[in-house]
């Protein structure tokens, strides 16, 4: 499986950011989905994660209320939408793939993208 993630950037806090990731090789309905991500110094962390249909999804603490995840599996594509940034929001974001469904969010990964940087000045 590729997966290919876009859509990072730098913006203002208070801005919101989408983030996208399209994948391949594998038929994507059968993967659960997640966002992890990784600021300088710190090890990476779990964001966000969606189950195979969309029907389910999970956060991490510090991101519920102000980001989403959904999946659109007609288009192969997994997305990110973050409101609110903060300046701690600020990392590398990587899309993750795994054949466990939603288990994804516990570090059940099986592939990972490349990452996507993400900067928010104050």
């Known amino acids: 499986v590729q997966l290919q993630a876009s859509g990072g950037g730098l913006v203002q806090a208070g801005d919101s950011l989408r983030l996208s990731c399209a994948a391949s090789g594998r038929t994507f309905s059968n993967l659960g989905m997640g966002w992890f991500r990784q600021a300088p110094g710190k090890e990476r962390e779990f964001v966000a994660a969606?189950?195979?249909?969309?029907?389910?999804?999970y956060y991490a603490d510090s991101v519920k209320g102000r980001i989403t995840i959904s999946r659109e599996n007609a288009k192969n594509t997994v997305y990110l939408q973050m409101n609110s940034l903060k300046p701690e929001d600020a990392a590398v974001y990587y899309c993750a793939a795994g054949t466990a469904g939603l288990s994804v969010s516990r570090g059940a990964v099986d592939y990972w993208g490349k990452g996507t940087q993400v900067t928010v000045s104050s």
């Open positions: 969606v189950s195979r249909s969309g029907s389910n999804t």
